[in-house]
Structure formats: structure tokens, C-alpha cells
DNA sequence: CCGGTAGGTTACTCCCGGTAAGATGGCGGT
DNA sequence: ACCGCCATCTTACCGGGAGTAACCTACCGG
């Protein structure tokens, strides 16, 4: 078997498995033996276990992001934009709900690696800001990111806790606060138009 | 040794080690040995690995919540109550900065017996959120906090990679986004008052 | 027909989470 | 003063899983 097909082949399994049962109560074994090889193998090519699971947390976040830049770019407005980006977010791992869990077994992974990926997140999220609100330091467009790729992700999980939240409420809940903000909740209304 | 003292004893040393090097990386032994005991001690008092993790969690998380609800009960306003505990907020993770590593060593742990402790956090700024917003349904006053709350978390994680940024400037950009909104923002000044 | 190499397997080592069984020591009762 | 009891701690061990060394095999170019 050609390397390239084997690699995605081991991501395959490593999404899946480490989705189901946990990062951490998921062996090496138990993967290769999933794939249809011994456990060499899976070292050959990733050369421990945890790069095997930033490989596979590579694969699904690049996935997600993927969905969320086709939604805002099809989007004809800013607000229609974030509300769009936020809602697929919120379907896409509806549909792939395995892959979230992916996300939250970030542990015992070398934190710096972990950020480099999800940056590619918030980055992405700071040129759309950069793009609606020119001007802006760089600085504070990237703490914007933040602050809307850390709320999404802890809806996320709450969303995972509470099976009753759909993604329409969760996005309704992010716009609330990201959009209109509470100064303008608190007086009572919508934001001004 | 009584038995309460040795609890508080074993988890300050749990809640140094693991903050230092990482839960992955720290040995039971190794725990132990800063405290001058042995291994099966700890399993006495706290049953596996995992449950040290949890209690050192949530004596950390306990801090941090009395940190920001004293910063928001002094506070006049809505808007100074949001700005002045999350202002204290990232002050404490700068005095007691191993401490915060501990939030994101999440990883191998029950997610129920974690959220449950987080969940402290979150109700407590759902309740502040209440009181501001009279008559909002519950599960949105909910979803606002976990907004805030996410933010704040991948905010800190953020100033943890690039020291640059100050608990000044981390504040502002989470009132930005939370008080202000983009709504605002995007139409090129501040909140209308 | 043959050597070399990519890709794979078997068979280990070592570390660490977790535990069983025994030592120590203070304290109340007689 | 002595004895037994309970809490507390230690030594010594088990099992499993991450990671590796050494060997095997089948294909491909000459």
C-alpha cells in the first residue's frame, strides 16, 4: 500500500476511534488493529500517539473550517456572514458529532502545536473582521477572533451537554452577544438599526 | 497527619506539578514525592489520578470564581460589573499563572465531572446576566454566559501564547465584542449611549 | 535471475497507573 | 503499665500500553 493512501487511511480510523471512545482510553493497538495493520506501522508514520491524534484533530478542523468559509462566503452581508459561518458550524458537527469530541480530548497534547492548528481558525475569522471593519489594529482583530471562535466552541460543548439546544438557538445565543451586544440588549431591544 | 490537612496538602502540590509540566507528563510517584509520601496515598484520598485532576481543578476554579464574583459585586453598573471581572479575571491568571495550565490540561477527563465544575462559572454569570436582563427565558440567559465564558477561556489561552497582550487589552476586546457588538463596531463608532 | 529497498511483522523493554498485604504508632479501656 | 484497635503509611507487586529493535517479504530495476 502506497504511503499516502495508508496515511489517510490511519487519520481515517484515528477520527473515528478517538471520536467514539476518548483519546485517552483508546490504545495504539486498537487502532492499527482497526485499520488492518500492527502497531509499528502507525509509528512509521506519525511517529508517536499524540502525533497521530494532532494529525487526525488537523484533518477534522480543516474540514470544519472549510464549512464555514463556503457559508460566509455565500453570505451578502456582514451580519449575514457571521449568523451564516455560525450556523454551519453548528450543523457540520451535528452531522459529524464523533469529530467534535476530537476537540475537547485536547489534552495532553503539546499546547503549542494544538494552537497552531486552531489558528488557522481564528485567523480566517480576523480577515473577515479586518474586511467589514477596516482600520483596526491587528491586535485587537485577532482578540475579536478569540473571543467568537471561543464562544462557538463552548456553545459547542454546551450543546453537547444539553441535547435540547438546537444550532438555531446557539447561533441566535452568539449573535445576541457578538452582534448586538448587551448594551443594546439591556435597554430593552434589538441593536439599533 | 489528619486527614483533611493531607487532602489540602496533596492538592496545592497537584495543582504545582500539574500546572508546571502538564497532567500528562506528572507520575503519580512523582506527586507524592513532593509531598513526602508514597504512591498509595493518594489513591486513598483520591481514588485515581483523574480525581486528583479534578479536585485540583476545582480548588483552582473555586479561587478564580471568587476572584471575579468579589470584582463584580463592587462594581456600579452593568457595564463595570462585565469590564471589572473580567479585568480581575485575567489578573489572576497573570499572579497565579500555572494555575491556568490546569483549565487546559482538560484533557482524559470525564467531560460530566468537568462540566459540572465549570458549570460554577457559568451559572454564576447567568445569574448576573439575569439580574441585567429581566425576563430573558433561561436557556438564552444560559447560552450568553457560555459566550462570555468561552470567550474569556480561549482569551487566556491566547495571552498564555503571546505575552504581549496585557488583562487591559484582553478586557477590552471581550467588551468589543460582548457589550459594544459588531453591530456597532461595524458602523464605525463606539455603542450609541 | 538477483540485489536492494519500501513496507510490514514479531517480539520484546520499560514506565506508570493501580492494588494487596503487611508495618507502625497513637489512644482508650482495663 | 499493658493490650488491642483503628487510622495511616510503606513495601512490593501486577497488568497494560507506549514505543522500539531486529527480522521478514515481496516487488522492481538491472
Redo the contacts with the bound molecule.
Keep these: 500500500?502506497?504511503?499516502a493512501e495508508?496515511e489517510r487511511q490511519i487519520v481515517d480510523a484515528a477520527v473515528a476511534v478517538f471520536g467514539e471512545r476518548g483519546y485517552a482510553e483508546?490504545?495504539?493497538?486498537a487502532v492499527a488493529e482497526r485499520v488492518g495493520?500492527?502497531?509499528?506501522?502507525l509509528?512509521t508514520h506519525f511517529g508517536?500517539?499524540?502525533g497521530l491524534l494532532l494529525a487526525a484533530i488537523a484533518r477534522a478542523r480543516s474540514e470544519l473550517l472549510d464549512v464555514v468559509a463556503r457559508a460566509a462566503a455565500a453570505a451578502d452581508s456582514p451580519e449575514a456572514m457571521l449568523r451564516g459561518g455560525t450556523l454551519e458550524f453548528f450543523r457540520y458537527l451535528d452531522r459529524r458529532a464523533p469529530a467534535w469530541q476530537l476537540f475537547c480530548s485536547e489534552a495532553g497534547v503539546t499546547d503549542t502545536a494544538l494552537e497552531e492548528i486552531r489558528a488557522q481558525q481564528t485567523d480566517f475569522t480576523a480577515a473577515l473582521l479586518a474586511a467589514q471593519v477596516p482600520g483596526t489594529e491587528p491586535a485587537r482583530l485577532t482578540g475579536w477572533a478569540q473571543v467568537i471562535v471561543g464562544a462557538c466552541e463552548r456553545l459547542a460543548v454546551w450543546r453537547g451537554q444539553d441535547e435540547s439546544v438546537t444550532a438555531e438557538q446557539a447561533t441566535e445565543y452568539l449573535m445576541d452577544m457578538v452582534w448586538s451586544g448587551l448594551a443594546g440588549l439591556g435597554r430593552g431591544g434589538a441593536a439599533p438599526a
Design positions: 500500500m502506497p504511503r495508508r483508546v490504545s495504539m493497538e495493520v500492527t502497531k509499528p506501522v509509528y508517536s500517539k499524540e
